[in-house]
């Protein structure tokens, strides 16, 4: 077994319900989101910031595990990321930040009743938004339960 399906079942073993998923839909997006408007405000060196520096790192991760997987991922990222730049507000972002963790924690205490898999392996705070865009695209075969 490749080691992005040993984590992506992982990561699925904690993520068995409907209500869960979908609140990770909304709880993931948003904190990327998030995550990406807070480090638009770094700049690094013209109109790059520290947000397309985590993407670019964020994509070596990912293609390390799988190189289709890792395009679509980071696709993913980068329209949360021009959406940030045209947001322009990290006030908007911290709140997203905020709702999105609430997301999860709703999802995990209403419907899965079970911790989040980033307890067991902080790794799976990277697999999330990976295990989302394959369960939408189907770039891996789905993890067997």
Sequence with gaps: MKRIDALLSDYQSSHRTRGNFRCHIVGVTLIVFGVLSILQ???IV???TLSEALLAAVFLFYVAL???LAV???GVAALLDLAARAVGNWHIGAAAFVVG???QAIGHAVYEKAKPAYFRNLMHLLVGPAYLVNEALHIRPRPTR
Excluded: E, K, N, Y
């Design 66 to 68: 799988d190189p289709l």
């Design 72 to 74: 679509a991922v980071v």
């Design 101 to 103: 963790w609430i997301f």
């Design 41 to 43: 405000t770094v700049p």
């Design 46 to 48: 013209g109109s790059w």
